[in-house]
């Protein structure tokens, strides 16, 4: 691979990281308006409430950065490109076609895991760096949710790459079929409902609990770096989207995979965003001891079920 095309893969990479994850921020405006009636995102700006996301960025780009006394000033500022870059790293290695992908990695499926997983240091470093104790409360609660769910996500992503017989997420869309939508379909509930609490999205958002702890780790946040703690979440939820489409859902394949695949893979991953948004309009917040429960009690065992007949299947089969 030549340096004009590395600098050229890099380039639109970096593109789609800035557009998509904006993209998913104003389909959650809309969505949620339309469900809750809000009238401010349905019409702000004319034509469908265009603007609404415009004015939310001018509003964060005129606020004050404050960064408190007490706070670890470099900690406090670097939490939020290390809760950011490692979804832009993610991102570069999921293939949208067969031959649309960033960086091709042979073990796909466990590198953006891994990569994904170390976005919540940035989390951590907000909340320890902030002087504030409810910032390190929110803290504490990602650690402990991220060690909770990331088992059961791991599993899954587990019994995909034994039905497939690789780790490569070109080599996991070859081998699908779409009798995976049902014998997977376990295996994709965990996933998904593992991949909501490893973003701390809504019904498993106990970390930035407002009610409680005022909004956890970010609470002394303002200005852009707020909106980079934001833009992070959305970013999480285009990853976890696309990753979701690639593994369970066929990825690019569809009616003319070679010329159309990229959309069939943008399409589904749409699809599963706008399920992460539905639920975060539709499900109320767990407790503590709910969450925990549900991860050991519940995702887990179903996880290793699904290994096991995953493990029982492929050996029946081949």
């Known amino acids: 691979m030549s340096w004009a095309e590395v600098v050229v893969r890099a380039v639109v990479v970096l593109v789609a990281f800035l557009v998509l994850p904006l993209v998913v921020g104003q389909a959650e405006h ?48 670097a939490a939020p490109a290390v809760a950011l870059v490692p979804y832009l790293v993610a991102l570069s290695v999921i293939p949208l076609g067969p031959s649309v992908v960033g960086a091709p990695v042979d073990a796909g499926a466990l590198f953006v895991v891994a990569v994904a997983g170390v976005g ?26 991220l060690l909770s769910y990331e088992l059961p996500l791991v599993l899954a992503v587990a019994s995909v790459a034994l039905a497939a017989g690789t780790l490569s997420l070109g080599g996991i869309v070859t081998e699908w079929s779409p009798w995976w939508l049902l014998w997977q379909l376990p ?9 909501l609490a490893e973003l701390q999205r809504p019904p498993f958002d106990m970390p930035v609990a407002d009610s409680e702890i005022v909004f956890g780790a970010y609470t ?30 066929g990825g690019w394949r569809g009616p003319a995979p070679e010329v159309l695949g990229w959309l069939w893979t943008l399409g589904k991953g749409a699809l599963v965003a706008v399920v992460v948004i539905w639920l975060r309009v539709s499900w109320p917040r767990l407790r503590e001891d709910q969450l925990q429960r549900l991860a050991w009690g519940a995702l887990v065992p179903t996880a290793l079920a699904q290994v096991a007949l995953t493990g029982v299947v492929v050996v029946a089969t081949r």
Not at 40 to 55: E, K, S
């Open 30 to 77: 809309k969505v949620m308006a339309h469900m809750q009636g809000r009238l401010g995102p349905m019409y702000a700006g004319g034509f469908h409430g265009w603007a609404q996301l415009v004015a939310d960025g001018v509003k964060f780009v005129q606020k004050e950065d404050v960064t408190p006394a007490a706070a670890d000033r470099w900690v406090f500022k």
């Open 120 to 145: 919540v240091l940035g989390t951590l470093m907000a909340g320890w760096a902030s002087a504030n104790k409810y910032s390190l409360l929110g803290a504490m609660r990602s650690a402990a949710q």
């Open 220 to 249: 002394e946040y303002t200005g852009l770096r707020f909106a980079f703690f934001l833009l992070a979440e959305y970013a999480g939820i285009v990853v976890m989207s696309l990753l979701f489409a690639v593994l369970f859902l």
């Open 187 to 195: 295996g994709a509930l965990v996933f998904l409902t593992a991949a």
